[in-house]
């Protein structure tokens, strides 16, 4: 019962604030817009970094926007990302506001259980598709905030074999979601999690718990917390999420 007043909590925050809260200033990246911009039914932008061409054999970095972001707005986070790679930024699936949305606002675990799978499963076959179409060299990585975090959190647990790593930013994974046992002969991807510590919209508790609860199953799972940051991105935030795409990047 604690933990659906939390989540109860959590949804009456977001009905109040309407969207996440902005990321820190940053530098935006610049949008490419190939032919092809959408994949399973998901429109993207992509980027091409580190001076590389859009032939090249690239990995793939997946950055997902939070609660009425947008692709452009999520970029920014990833602005300073200098290694070569192709970026992609996918657009949410609903309009929300001046933005969009992955998933509606739950009002307990099992509807957030059920937006982020649905999400999820979407993201996963717009990676996948992705994969087949570009030239890419391994498999990929994702990022998110907020909602983008959720549904990282989500890609790494629901659908292993499409990604190889997973930076939540400010996000959870809803406890209905949670394995009870993790296959040995499973993919397991490295999940690496950034929150703050006075995040007033999705619980810091959370995002501990559910960390604690992917490493008693045996992945490989940490969350690094940022004292007296709220719902946002910081500057600092942005450069250890970018320092860990790189260094997963470049092992």
Not at 22 to 27: L, V
Not at 40 to 65: C, Q, Y
Not at 66 to 77: I, K
Request: proline share 7%; aromatic share 6%.
């Amino acid at each position: 019962m604690r933990h659906l007043v939390a989540f109860l909590g959590l949804s009456v925050a977001l009905v109040a604030c309407g969207r996440d809260a902005a990321p820190a200033p940053g530098r935006a990246a610049p949008a490419t817009a190939p032919a092809d911009t959408e994949a399973a039914g998901i429109r993207f932008i992509e980027i091409v970094t580190g001076g590389a061409n859009a032939s090249d054999s690239l990995p793939l970095v997946v950055g997902i926007h939070g609660l009425g972001g947008s692709p452009e707005h999520f970029g920014s986070v990833l602005s300073s990302l200098s290694v070569r790679a192709r970026l992609i930024l996918p657009y949410g699936l609903e309009a929300y506001g001046e933005g969009f949305s992955w998933f509606p606002i739950w009002r307990d675990d099992a509807e957030l259980a059920a937006g982020t799978r649905r999400a999820a499963d979407r993201l996963a076959a717009m990676i996948d598709e992705l994969v087949r179409r570009r030239p890419t060299t391994g498999k990929p990585i994702v990022t998110g905030f907020s909602q983008g975090g959720m549904l990282s959190f989500g890609l790494a647990v629901l659908h292993p074999e499409s990604v190889r790593a997973a930076f939540p930013i400010s996000g959870l994974l809803a406890r209905s979601l949670w394995p009870d046992e993790w296959p040995a002969s499973r993919e397991k991807p490295r999940v690496h999690a950034l929150h703050g510590t006075a995040d007033e919209r999705v619980s810091i508790a959370e995002a501990r718990a559910t960390v604690r609860r992917l490493k008693e199953i045996g992945l490989s799972a940490d969350l690094v917390e940022y004292p007296g940051v709220t719902h946002t991105v910081t500057a600092e935030m942005r450069r250890d999420v970018v320092q860990a795409i790189t260094q997963a990047l470049n092992p």
